[in-house]
């Protein structure tokens, strides 16, 4: 059974950073694409960026280029967001999700977290 678990949330200040991890279980995870996403109050889920399964990162928010960046440990069986200079528009829950490819379509994914909270305020 796929189980991904997302961590790291939190409230942050503006211009703070944070990392969220999203660790996986039951399956191999190198074979995977990784997606996260985020879903603001109010607002649409929408995809943030993805790595394949080759290690390439396709970002899908223009807004979190050179902020956002995506790493999978192997080993750990972990995929890392780390997020720097974070503003009060990147306030959502984060999920990560696992497809056989990337697609800035959650229907594309096979697998979901449950979700991180991540709060950007003064």
């Known amino acids: 059974q796929v189980q991904l678990v997302e961590s790291g949330g939190g409230l942050v200040q503006p211009g703070g950073s944070l990392r969220l991890s999203c660790a996986a279980s039951?399956?191999?995870?190198?074979?995977?694409?990784i997606g996260w996403f985020r879903q603001a109050p109010g607002k649409e889920r929408e995809g943030v960026l993805c790595?394949?399964?080759?290690?390439?990162?396709?970002y899908y928010k223009d807004s979190v280029k050179g902020r956002f960046t995506i790493s999978r440990d192997s080993a750990k069986k972990t995929v890392y967001l780390q997020m720097d200079s974070l503003n009060p528009e990147d306030t959502a829950v984060y999920y990560c999700?696992?497809?056989?490819?990337?697609?800035?379509?959650?229907?594309?994914?096979?697998?979901w977290g449950r979700g991180t909270q991540v709060t950007v305020s003064s």
């Open positions: 999700a696992a497809a056989n490819y990337c697609s800035r379509r959650s229907e594309t994914f096979l697998s």
């Open positions: 039951g399956i191999t995870l190198d074979s995977y694409a």
């Open positions: 790595i394949s399964s080759g290690r390439a990162t396709i």
